[in-house]
Nanobody, 122 residues
Framework: QVQLVESGGGLVQPGGSLRLSCAAS????????MGWYRQAPGKQRELVAV???????NYLDSVKGRFTISRDNAKNTVYLQMESLKSEDTAVYYC????????????????WGQGTQVTVSS
């Protein structure tokens, strides 16, 4: 009932930049949090950054000062601006959105994007 479409991944050299986008659509009444996770080969998925409805943000320690998460509430879209990329940032990045459906019961939803590959390599 809620679809997420990610874009913006790719191959970039160390020190480069990328911007990820994730647009949510469907029967959405409200969105509480929008976040980005990543999973590298052989590793567990980890939270990279999250922004909640009031605008508060939280970041993985290793990306603080390099990554910036933002959201456009009118477009139900979340962005992740990644600067000074390092090889250890290489992973599949997943968007996650949590909120309430536009149904009579206002059920909660917790949706994931399909993932977008980010590769940092020279």
């Amino acid at each position: 009932q809620v679809q997420l479409v990610e874009s913006g991944g790719g191959l970039v050299q160390p020190g480069g930049s990328l911007r990820l986008s994730c647009a949510a659509s469907g029967s959405i009444f409200s969105i509480y949090s929008m976040g980005w996770y990543r999973q590298a080969p052989g590793k567990q998925r980890e939270l990279v950054a999250v922004i909640i409805s009031g605008g508060s943000t939280n970041y993985l320690d290793s990306v603080k000062g390099r990554f910036t998460i933002s959201r456009d509430n009118a477009k139900n879209t979340v962005y992740l601006q990644m600067e000074s990329l390092k090889s250890e940032d290489t992973a599949v990045y997943y968007c996650n959105v949590q909120g309430r459906l536009a149904s009579m019961s206002r059920n909660g939803f917790d949706s994931w994007g399909q993932g977008t590959q980010v590769t940092v390599s020279s």
